[in-house]
C-alpha cells in the first residue's frame, strides 16, 4: 500500500518543481558535497538507488559524473515519476524508474551487499522515525562493503526560536528565486499543504542513528540551518 501524502497532488509537485527547488538555499552546494563524498569513499559506484528520486535530479548528476553507473529511482509520488520518466529519458538506458514505497521496505528493489551508492533528497523526513530508524538499517543491508548513503534531508531545527529564523531565511531566498513580494510568498510558505507530512528530526540525531546501525564515518557533511547533508560508509 503506498503512503498517502500530498505529494500525490499535481498542483504540490509542481509548485515544487518550479518554485521551491531551485531556491533551496545552498542547493548547488549540497549536490557539491554529496559527490565529494560519493567520489572520496566509493569513488566509482557501478550501482545506484534514489529514494524519493523526485524528477531524477539526485539520480542525473550521478550518472553524468559516473558514467559506468547505473541507477534505480523510486518514489511513491506518481506525479514525480511521471516527472522522472520525462527528465532522465537520455538515461533510459541506465535507469530503472519504479513507482513504488519505500516506507514498508526496499529490499524487494536491491540484494543484500549489491549496491555502491544510497542518497535520497529531501523525502525521507516524510517517514517516522521508527521507520527512518527501519529504513537505515536497510540502506546498510543493501550497500555493498565500503558503500555510501548519502541523505540530502530537511531536519529539525534546535530549539523553536532556530526554526523561526530558518524560516524567515528561507523565505527570503523563495521572494529572491521567484521575484516575488516577500509577503505573499511568506503566506505560500506557512500555508503550503505538503507542510502536515514533514516528520522532522534532528541531524546529529539521525547521525548517531546511523553510527548504531554500524556505519563508519556517520557524521553531518553540511548544514545551512535546517537543510543537512548526512550519511556514511558500510
Same mark, same amino acid.
Given at each position: 500500500? /503506498?503512503?498517502? +501524502?500530498t $505529494?500525490?497532488?499535481? %498542483?504540490? +509537485?509542481?509548485?515544487?518543481?518550479?518554485?521551491?527547488?531551485g531556491? =533551496?538555499?545552498?542547493g548547488?552546494?549540497?549536490?557539491?558535497? /554529496?559527490?565529494?563524498v560519493v567520489?572520496?569513499?566509493?569513488?566509482?559506484?557501478?550501482?545506484?538507488?534514489?529514494?524519493? *528520486?523526485?524528477?531524477?535530479?539526485?539520480?542525473?548528476?550521478?550518472?553524468?559524473?559516473?558514467?559506468?553507473?547505473?541507477?534505480?529511482l523510486?518514489d &511513491?509520488?506518481e506525479?514525480?515519476?511521471?516527472? #522522472?520518466? %520525462?527528465? /532522465?529519458?537520455?538515461?533510459?538506458?541506465? *535507469?530503472e524508474?519504479?513507482?513504488?514505497?519505500?516506507?514498508?521496505?526496499?529490499?524487494?528493489?536491491? %540484494?543484500?551487499?549489491?549496491?555502491d551508492?544510497?542518497?535520497? @533528497?529531501f523525502?525521507?523526513?516524510h517517514? &517516522?522515525?521508527?521507520?527512518k530508524?527501519?529504513?537505515?538499517?536497510? =540502506?546498510?543491508?543493501?550497500?555493498?562493503?565500503g @558503500?555510501?548513503f =548519502?541523505? /540530502?534531508?530537511h531536519t529539525?531545527?534546535? +530549539?523553536?526560536?532556530?526554526?523561526?529564523l &530558518?524560516?524567515?531565511? !528561507?523565505?527570503d531566498?523563495?521572494?529572491?528565486?521567484?521575484?516575488r513580494?516577500?509577503?505573499?510568498?511568506a503566506?505560500?510558505?506557512?500555508?503550503?499543504p505538503?507542510?502536515?507530512?514533514?516528520?522532522?528530526?534532528? #541531524?546529529?540525531?539521525?547521525?548517531? $542513528?546511523?553510527?548504531?546501525?554500524? !556505519?563508519? &564515518?556517520? %557524521?553531518?557533511?553540511?548544514? $545551512?540551518m535546517?537543510? #543537512?547533508v !548526512?550519511?556514511?560508509?558500510?
Amino acid at each position: 500500500m /503506498m503512503a498517502k +501524502t500530498t $505529494w500525490q497532488r499535481e %498542483d504540490v +509537485t509542481q509548485h515544487y518543481l518550479e518554485q521551491v527547488r531551485g531556491g =533551496i538555499p545552498f542547493g548547488a552546494e549540497q549536490v557539491k558535497m /554529496m559527490l565529494q563524498v560519493v567520489d572520496h569513499f566509493t569513488p566509482n559506484p557501478a550501482k545506484v538507488i534514489d529514494l524519493g *528520486c523526485g524528477n531524477g535530479f539526485l539520480a542525473e548528476v550521478l550518472l553524468k559524473a559516473y558514467p559506468k553507473a547505473s541507477a534505480v529511482l523510486l518514489d &511513491h509520488s506518481e506525479p514525480m515519476i511521471k516527472q #522522472a520518466r %520525462d527528465h /532522465m529519458k537520455d538515461y533510459q538506458d541506465r *535507469c530503472e524508474i519504479i513507482h513504488g514505497d519505500f516506507s514498508q521496505s526496499i529490499k524487494q528493489y536491491a %540484494d543484500e551487499n549489491t549496491i555502491d551508492c544510497v542518497v535520497s @533528497g529531501f523525502a525521507i523526513h516524510h517517514l &517516522h522515525h521508527a521507520q527512518k530508524k527501519a529504513l537505515y538499517q536497510e =540502506i546498510y543491508s543493501v550497500l555493498a562493503p565500503g @558503500g555510501v548513503f =548519502i541523505n /540530502m534531508e530537511h531536519t529539525a531545527s534546535a +530549539t523553536p526560536d532556530i526554526e523561526r529564523l &530558518h524560516d524567515e531565511l !528561507f523565505i527570503d531566498y523563495l521572494a529572491s528565486y521567484n521575484k516575488r513580494d516577500r509577503q505573499e510568498e511568506a503566506k505560500d510558505y506557512y500555508d503550503r499543504p505538503d507542510k502536515a507530512d514533514n516528520i522532522l528530526e534532528r #541531524a546529529d540525531i539521525q547521525v548517531n $542513528w546511523l553510527r548504531d546501525i554500524g !556505519f563508519r &564515518h556517520a %557524521d553531518c557533511y553540511f548544514k $545551512w540551518m535546517e537543510l #543537512a547533508v !548526512f550519511g556514511g560508509v558500510k
